[in-house]
Each structure stands twice: as structure tokens, then as C-alpha cells.
């Protein structure tokens, strides 16, 4: 079975742009999640999908958003860049849901100038 | 909110020493917990998890225990190799596939 594939790998943007980065689940996992790791916060949280809904969503401003769509791949979008978003964002898949084991992306390293 | 705290940010072993790399966990009401290793550029691989009903489970090479009464949590790897080098995360799962990491512990192998 292929892995979590997260598209592009590095991107590189400036500030006020915006970013779309791309998410394909293992195949039959229906839960995606995204993190955000940071050398200074490390892994957080960013929000979660499951059958296309937005289950849970970590603390986060509101420029950070997301969707599922039907095949369960991911997207999340980052508007109004900020230097601060500069990143390692990274995908994880599960069947279902939180007693499932989440697997991990390779990740795509954004950063913004 | 909760938090999943390391004691350690880096431990050197020699090749063949065995490991054990802590992980504090505040959240009690945890019940399911997950070790990652994350090599350089690649992201987080899961290694072994283990829910609140048992107190340890062993796989290749590497076990994970678990001490409910002081909130711990604790990875052991046997015979520790040069490509066990890597930062190695411990999880929480607060539901809905959200984990709470701790800030990793980077373990080095001197052959």
C-alpha cells in the first residue's frame, strides 16, 4: 500500500501570498490531520477531517484553513502569509478516528521571505 | 490545554547500549499514547502505541511502558543501532486523531 503523499515537497513564497498544499491519504483512511512543526513550537495541531467535516481544529488564526473532499484527499490553505509560517506542515492519515493509528507524510517545507 | 513533556532533549548512546528515551504526560484522562521516530527531513514514523489498559507492550526491538500512577511513559530500544539515530516523539491522543506531542528527544549512536 502507497503511504501519505503530500505535494508540493518544498515551496517557497513571500509574504502576503497565499499557499495551497495537498494531501492523499493511504488508501481506505478516511481521517487526515494537519500539523504545523516548528523548531521553536514544535508538532501542533492544526484541524481535522473526516468524510469531508471538519472535526476538530487546534489553536490556530483563522488563515489557516481546510477541506476533505470526497476520495478523502486533503488541502489546506494558508492566506496572508506571515513570516512565521514558515514550516514543515505535515499530513497523517488514520481509518477513522483518534484510536487509530495516524501515519505520516513526508511533509512540504514552506518558507516564507 | 494538556500537555506531553520529554525529560531528556538528547541522549548519546554507544552502538549496542540499549535506550530508553521519557516522555511525562499531563492529560490523565488519556488513553491512548504513540511513539514516533522522526529521521531528518522525512516526517514522523510511527515506531509502537499503547493504550491505558495495559501497562506495557513490547514489538521489534523496542518497548513502551506505561505508569498511569505518575503519568509516564517510556520507549526502550535494545541493542541500539547508528540508524536508530533520529528524534523520537511521544503522543497523546486526544481524540478525533488529534495528538499532542511532546518536543522530542534526539537520540545519537556512536558506532
Known amino acids: 500500500k502507497a503511504g501519505v503523499t503530500q505535494t508540493p515537497r518544498y515551496l517557497i513564497k513571500t509574504r502576503g501570498q497565499q499557499v495551497t498544499l495537498s494531501c492523499s491519504p493511504i488508501s481506505g483512511h478516511r481521517s487526515v490531520s494537519w500539523y504545523q512543526q516548528t523548531p521553536g513550537q514544535g508538532l501542533q495541531f492544526l484541524f481535522e477531517?473526516?468524510?469531508?467535516?471538519?472535526?476538530n481544529k487546534g489553536n490556530f488564526p483563522g488563515r489557516f484553513s481546510g477541506r476533505q473532499f470526497s476520495n478523502s484527499r486533503s488541502e489546506m490553505n494558508v492566506s496572508t502569509l506571515e513570516l512565521g509560517d514558515s514550516a514543515l506542515y505535515l499530513c497523517a492519515s488514520s481509518l477513522r478516528d483518534g484510536g487509530d493509528t495516524q501515519y505520516f507524510g513526508p511533509g512540504t517545507r514552506l518558507t516564507v521571505l | 490545554g494538556e500537555s506531553v513533556g520529554l525529560h531528556l532533549p538528547t541522549l548519546s548512546v554507544q552502538e549496542g547500549d540499549n535506550s530508553i528515551i521519557n516522555c511525562a504526560y499531563s492529560n490523565s484522562a488519556s488513553d491512548y499514547f504513540i511513539w514516533y521516530k522522526q529521521e531528518s527531513g522525512k516526517g514522523p514514523q510511527f515506531i509502537i502505541d499503547?493504550?491505558?489498559?495495559?501497562d506495557k507492550r513490547q514489538g521489534q526491538r523496542v518497548t513502551v511502558l506505561l505508569n498511569k500512577t505518575v503519568k509516564h511513559l517510556s520507549l526502550q530500544i535494545a541493542a541500539t543501532q547508528p540508524g536508530d539515530s533520529a528524534v523520537y516523539f511521544c503522543?497523546?491522543?486526544?481524540?478525533?486523531?488529534?495528538?499532542?506531542f511532546g518536543k522530542g528527544t534526539m537520540l545519537l549512536v556512536s558506532p
Open positions: 477531517y473526516f468524510s469531508e467535516t471538519q472535526r
Open positions: 503522543a497523546e491522543n486526544g481524540g478525533y486523531s488529534t495528538l499532542t
Open positions: 499503547i493504550r491505558s489498559n495495559m
